[in-house]
């Protein structure tokens, strides 16, 4: 059985949804960034997928390699979003003592 | 195809069946009273190469390692666009080159930026 | 050459933002004798720059020097270039407003650097044509706003940035499914391409594309602050410093309807798609407009009650593009009717949180019972407060009016006639409450006699901002003729 585009694009699926639930169930802010980066992730491997099978014949290498591109700027822009988020939480747990996502109630009508 | 992946399923196979069978094996030595059972606070202790164990796992780890944890970062993504380049330095040309250089330019003035708020210091 | 040219407003405002961080370590080397110069000095560094983009864009039209630029990744057009001058414009205000609130702040390099970063992202997202770029654009202006909105490192603050982060973390990830869907099916980035694809799609890609829309309407409707993405809005304009929250109400709403324009109108412009999004969006504008107001009835923080009002003014924008795809052939009204809502809106919005920036830092709250008898003490405050109020209702003479009638005209000219109702019915339930601050001021009993002076720099930006919400209320056809020039792009 050979492993076709429709596989990867439900792997892909899978993980975005996996990272979508962590991101959304976590109580943890950490654990709720690992959702984030996960669905980044399913997106990559989304790109990389539909670059490796194009969609159609007549694709010039430099429009299926902008795929590839894509992900790189994906990767960059994931660490650099996490670099954020992660001096946020330091930030917030040196006010609050905790990063619990659920414990953030000071804004609320 | 698939039969290249056999290889791998082959190594798979054996990295389940070696740690599997010596916990497997022991336990049925144990059953037949072939092992003896001599329990001893240092041999239930956690392994941890010869060192004694000291507090749990979870603690918390000093802030500072995030600064050098965030540098890392940077400059392991810097790599992440000069590697393409780099490859096709060729097709590249003069423009590539300017524009590789602006962005390590653009980097540089973040470490110097780091460097002058003393998150290089471990103070 | 060309490019760079092209790209000069964007790059002029990212340039200045490294010559400032560069000058802070400069003033740090110089020692403490220079330190009473670095506050002035950085802000000029920032206003400069924003002025020198507004220059160079003027000088774009007067030089005819429009067109692609980076091999397709940036188009600068007539509706670039209108949201260059929105976003440079509103980034001046908000720095002249921000210098008060700078004055006990250790960060002001770090502030002024990353507004100029976020304002270069907002002016990309408006003129790329490329979803790589798009992507990135997305992220610059994101990523500078959550360290902005956590900027006070209170526990309110950085609250505020975590949960704004978080969503938007996740919103872009959305945002970028969709966009890897857009990339497979079309096999390419570049948005003149897809949308050539998809006008020759046929009926076995459909379902796929409306998934990939569907991904990039939630992704890009948490920068567009409508409902059912708005659960940030009011923790987060209430959290955050009050320039940022001005900036953010502003700009970043802008940005999110400029790159949705981009998008929908040209890749996915095509009538058999066209015809979907354009019914999301209306019955999302009749939804954010409903639920935005009737909430904000019941906010007593000023700040939050903005934020629900923003959320259906939002709404309101969203008529606009419900309209461009509700016809066919596709009506720019509807495009030109954004526009022009969108900068009317930074001037009244602007002005209203300069107003609430100069009251509440004088009287210590943001609740609304606080601002009793403001007039009494600051007759000239109360009086541009009330201004801004009555425009955001859309009350004659001002902006708001203007941009009011011309939204609901585009509803009414694209058989959109129940989507004009909900608006009309929504204003009136809008004037309750702005009208109940402006009561409020004007005849409750003031807590103390002491007079509110705004700052020279805060009273500016005021100045500025009113007095522009009334020229445009007065006389709209420059901004009704910039609007519709932009708006051709996608005819």
């Known amino acids: 059985m050979a492993i076709e585009l429709e596989h990867y694009l439900i792997l892909g699926a899978l993980l975005f949804s996996i990272g979508l639930y962590m991101a959304l169930a976590k109580r943890n802010f950490v654990g709720v960034l690992m959702g984030i980066e996960m669905m980044f992730n399913a997106v990559n491997l989304t790109f990389i997928a539909f670059s490796r099978f194009p969609r159609f014949a007549d694709m010039t290498d430099a429009e299926r390699l902008s795929g590839h591109v894509f992900v790189i700027f994906v990767i960059t822009v994931a660490a650099a979003e996490a670099a954020v988020a992660l001096a946020l939480a330091m930030l917030v747990y040196r006010n609050r003592e905790t990063i619990d996502v659920d414990r953030m109630d000071l804004l609320k009508w | 195809m698939l039969s290249d992946w056999g290889h791998v399923g082959f190594l798979l196979l054996l990295a389940l069946v070696f740690p599997v069978g010596g916990i497997a094996s022991s336990w049925m030595l144990g059953l037949l009273k072939i092992r003896p059972q001599a329990p001893d606070p240092i041999k239930e202790d956690i392994f941890e190469c010869g060192v004694e164990t000291e507090g749990t796992a979870w603690v918390q780890f000093n802030f500072r390692y995030y600064y050098y944890a965030l540098l890392f970062v940077i400059f392991d993504v810097e790599a992440v666009f000069l590697y393409p380049w780099a490859v096709s330095l060729d097709e590249a040309s003069v423009t590539g080159f300017i524009a590789v250089v602006t962005f390590i330019v653009i980097l540089t003035i973040g470490l110097a930026y780091a460097w002058r708020k003393k998150a290089l210091e471990w103070l | ?491």
Not at chain 3, 58 to 69: M, S, V
Not at chain 3, 201 to 228: D, H, Q, Y
Not at chain 3, 402 to 423: E, H, R, S, T
């Open chain 3, 1 to 491: 050459m060309d490019s760079v040219n092209r790209f000069g407003p964007e790059l002029i405002l990212l340039a200045m933002a490294a010559v400032i961080i560069l000058a802070d370590i400069g003033w740090a080397l110089a020692g403490t004798g220079a330190e009473r110069m670095r506050r002035p000095a950085l802000g000029a560094l920032a206003l400069t720059g924003t002025a020198a983009s507004i220059i160079w864009s003027a000088l774009l039209i007067a030089f005819d020097e429009q067109g692609e630029a980076f091999s397709g990744m940036i188009r600068v057009d007539d509706f670039a270039l209108f949201f260059n001058f929105l976003f440079a414009g509103t980034a001046a205000i908000v720095i002249l407003a921000s210098i008060d609130f700078l004055r006990r702040n250790r960060f002001v390099a770090e502030y002024y650097a990353l507004i100029l970063a976020s304002t270069a992202g907002m002016m990309l997202l408006a003129s790329t044509i490329d979803l790589i770029a798009i992507f990135v654009a997305l992220e610059l202006t994101g990523i500078s706003l959550y360290i902005l909105v956590a900027f006070m490192k209170d526990g309110r603050s950085s609250e505020a940035g975590l949960k704004y982060l978080l969503l938007g973390a996740i919103s872009s990830a959305v945002a970028l499914y969709g966009m890897a869907y857009l990339f497979g099916i079309t096999g390419s980035t570049s948005l003149d391409e897809i949308g050539l694809v998809v006008s020759e799609a046929n009926g076995e890609t459909r379902s796929a594309l409306v998934l990939a829309m569907v991904f990039l309407i939630a992704g890009f409707g948490f920068k567009m602050a409508i409902v059912p993405f708005q659960m940030w809005v009011p923790d987060v304009y209430e959290g955050a410093p009050t320039p940022v929250t001005a900036f953010l109400s502003v700009g970043s709403k802008a940005a999110g309807f400029a790159v949705v324009m981009r998008i929908f109108l040209t890749a996915l412009g095509d009538g058999s798609i066209s015809s979907d999004w354009a019914t999301v969006f209306a019955i999302l504008a009749a939804i954010s407009m409903s639920l935005g107001n009737i909430t904000a009835l019941v906010q007593g923080n000023i700040k939050r009650m903005l934020g629900y009002s923003s959320i259906a003014q939002a709404g309101t924008f969203l008529i606009g593009l419900a309209v461009v795809a509700a016809a066919d052939p596709q009506l720019l009204l509807g495009t030109s009717a954004v526009l022009f809502f969108l900068g009317t809106y930074a001037f009244t919005n602007l002005g209203a949180f300069i107003a609430v920036i100069a009251i509440s830092s004088k009287i210590g709250s943001d609740q609304i019972a606080d601002y009793a008898g403001v007039a009494k003490r600051s007759p000239l405050l109360a009086l541009g407060l009330t201004i801004c109020l009555l425009s955001l209702t859309g009350i004659p003479p001002t902006a708001g009016f203007i941009a009011k009638v011309y939204v609901f005209n585009a509803a009414v000219q694209a058989d959109l006639v129940w989507l004009a109702i909900v608006g009309v019915l929504n204003s009136v339930v809008a004037a309750y409450y702005y009208l109940r601050v402006v009561l409020n001021m004007y005849t409750a009993e003031p807590a103390s006699e002491e007079s509110i002076q705004p700052g020279y720099y805060l009273g500016l930006a005021m100045v500025v901002a009113v007095v522009g919400l009334l020229v445009i209320g007065i006389f709209p056809s420059p901004l009704l003729e910039a609007s519709e020039a932009a708006a051709r792009v996608f005819g």
